[in-house]
């Protein structure tokens, strides 16, 4: 089945820290793919996406490739602020389905 | 981007009785909303998919009795948890999807947090 696989976190930094969470994803077709981040007590937002292969999403400093040789999608900052502390979920989409399949979620926290 | 309003953000109720939760899509029409159950420091789980007009679409192993979904309009859906107890103490989040484009993103709510004592 599609799945999403996301590396553990916590993930703890000092500010100005370069970041790298890992997405990797298994999927029957070519699904498009979602960072999303979600602050304390709220909701989830979406952060980038992109919808083919090498498709590159940028948003907010953070970027993400898609890369389909490696069925990966990692998200990188070079210079993380303890305003990015949050949950960051990577997230894909298969043409054949409307439903989001979430991966476990990243904790990032910034140190001052 | 689309707002998504979800109320009410936190609800506090007895156990066995129920609790409705409302999502709405303010400045668009959503033809599908999600409704995801999350717990503590974990994933969002998929509970149902509802289309407007139409039954919700229940994953498997999420009760329909226990778990009521009405999208009665395509602005808005409620997830009623009917009889609840304390293990149905979560939060759950609505998205909402503008048309049935595949890429289209999906805008999601703040949240309800809900504890049933």
């Known amino acids: 089945g599609n799945s999403v696989t996301q590396m553990e976190g916590p993930v703890t930094l000092s500010e100005e820290a370069f970041l790298t969470i890992n997405c990797t994803y298994t999927?029957?077709?070519?699904?498009?793919l979602f960072w999303y981040v979600q602050y304390p007590g709220e909701g989830l937002q979406l952060l980038l996406k992109?919808?083919?292969?090498?498709d590159k999403g940028s948003n907010k400093g953070f970027e993400a490739t898609y890369r389909k040789e490696t069925t990966s999608f990692h998200l990188e900052k070079g210079s993380v602020q303890v305003s990015d502390s949050a949950v960051y979920f990577c997230?894909?989409?298969?043409?054949?389905?409307?439903?989001?399949?979430f991966g476990s979620g990243t904790r990032l926290l910034v140190r001052p | 981007g689309a707002v998504v309003s979800q109320h009410p953000s936190r609800v506090i109720c007895k156990s066995g009785t129920s609790v409705k939760i409302e999502c709405r899509s303010l400045?668009?029409?959503?033809?599908?909303m999600f409704w995801y159950r999350q717990f503590p420091k974990q994933s969002l789980m998929l509970m149902a998919t509802?289309?407007?007009?139409?039954?919700?679409?229940?994953e498997q192993g999420v009760e329909k009795d226990k778990f009521l979904i009405n999208h009665a309009s395509l602005t808005l859906s409620t997830l009623t948890v009917t009889s609840a107890h304390p293990e149905d103490s979560s939060f759950y989040i609505c998205?909402?999807?503008?048309?049935?484009?595949?890429?289209?993103?999906?805008?999601f709510g703040q949240g309800t947090r809900l504890t049933v004592v």
């Open positions: 997230a894909l989409l298969m043409d054949s389905s409307y439903k989001l399949i």
């Open positions: 999927a029957t077709g070519y699904p498009s």
């Open positions: 400045d668009f029409q959503a033809t599908t």
């Open positions: 998205s909402a999807r503008a048309d049935s484009v595949m890429n289209t993103e999906a805008f």
């Open positions: 509802s289309n407007e007009g139409s039954k919700a679409t229940y």
């Open positions: 992109a919808t083919k292969a090498d």
